[in-house]
């Protein structure tokens, strides 16, 4: 059974920084990536990477956040810095096999930065 599990969200302050982690299990994804969800907001991209290491960014977090994975763990991690209210979201964890699906999905986790 292919499962993301998503952890490391909760509450900070403005300028702090948070890791989240999402474990997979079940399966090798070669495309891994973070999206976060804003109440009353589409779901939208924060990062993605692929197994060679190569990553992309939406403009809103580069300079601020750093996508990585540990392949040995099947895991990937969000390092979030400067965190801002705006960053505020339910964080979902998605691996993919290739950029033309949508792939499978964690559960989230709640990101809260308080100004």
């Known amino acids: 059974q292919v499962q993301l599990v998503e952890s490391g969200g909760g509450l900070v302050q403005a300028g702090g920084s948070l890791r989240l982690s999402c474990a997979a299990s079940?399966?090798?994804?070669?495309?891994m990536g973070w999206y976060r969800q804003a109440p009353g907001k589409q779901r939208e991209l924060v990062a993605t990477?692929?197994?060679?290491?190569?990553?992309t960014y939406a403009d809103s977090v580069k300079g601020r956040f750093t996508i990585s994975r540990d392949n040995t763990k099947n895991t990937v991690y969000l390092l979030m810095n400067s965190l801002e209210p705006e960053d505020t979201a339910v964080y979902y964890c998605?691996?993919?096999?290739?950029?033309?699906?949508?792939?499978?999905w964690g559960r989230g986790t709640q990101v809260t930065v308080s100004s």
């Open positions: 998605n691996g993919k096999f290739g950029s033309w699906e949508s792939g499978y």
């Open positions: 079940g399966t090798i994804f070669r495309i």
């Open positions: 990477i692929a197994p060679i290491g190569s990553t």
